[in-house]
């Protein structure tokens, strides 16, 4: 029989936590601010994933989501731990480079810039990108005092390209433009 994960430890209460490895640090320590704005975005993919994208987007969404869980698992252990864990590499950048050509080919090419709207789906995704983009400055932040991959920072900088193009093709595969900014 499998032990139950308890939800409630009380190890938390004074204001500190454990990284992965078991070092204590406090609740705002740059690490922790660092994957708790990873697991942030990752709700708000699911809130996406709820409203029911596109299937190409919707499984593009499922790995990312899986992803992320191996991007915080490697922001909240301080590589000099001798844990082994999976650690975000330029296979995961890879793949993300791989979904923004894919998506690409099939997107009328950009001529201005764009709002975050059009359709619901598409505005979340939008939403999901500034996320992304406050965890890649949350992550630089962090790497002032901590070692911070390349690769992680890297990873966060496709991801945000990646949604702002599942966006716009969120918008086509509903018939909807994309909202066109205009100067005033």
Not at 88 to 106: A, C, T
Not at 169 to 182: E, G
Request: glycine content about 6%; aromatic content about 6%; charged content about 25%.
């Amino acid at each position: 029989m499998e032990k139950k994960m308890k939800i409630y430890t009380k190890t938390g209460d004074s204001g500190e936590t454990s990284l992965f490895g078991g070092q204590r640090v406090s609740k705002n320590h740059s690490r922790i601010d660092a994957y708790g704005t990873v697991d942030e975005l990752n709700a708000i993919i699911g809130i996406v994933r709820s409203s029911e994208p596109n299937p190409v987007i919707e499984d593009m969404l499922d790995r990312i989501q899986n992803e992320l869980f191996v991007l915080g698992a490697d922001l909240a252990t301080p590589p000099e731990k001798n844990t082994h864990i999976d650690r975000i590499n330029q296979n995961y950048v890879s793949r993300l480079e791989k979904d923004i050509d894919f998506l690409e080919q099939d997107l009328p090419a950009l001529k201005s810039f764009i709002l975050p709207g059009g359709s619901s789906g598409a505005a979340q995704l939008h939403q999901a990108r500034t996320v992304c983009r406050r965890a890649e400055r949350i992550c630089f932040s962090c790497r002032q005092s901590e070692i911070i991959s390349d690769e992680a920072l890297i990873f966060l900088n496709r991801l945000s390209d990646l949604l702002f193009v599942m966006a716009r093709h969120q918008n086509q595969s509903k018939n909807i433009s994309d909202v066109i900014w205009k100067a005033r």
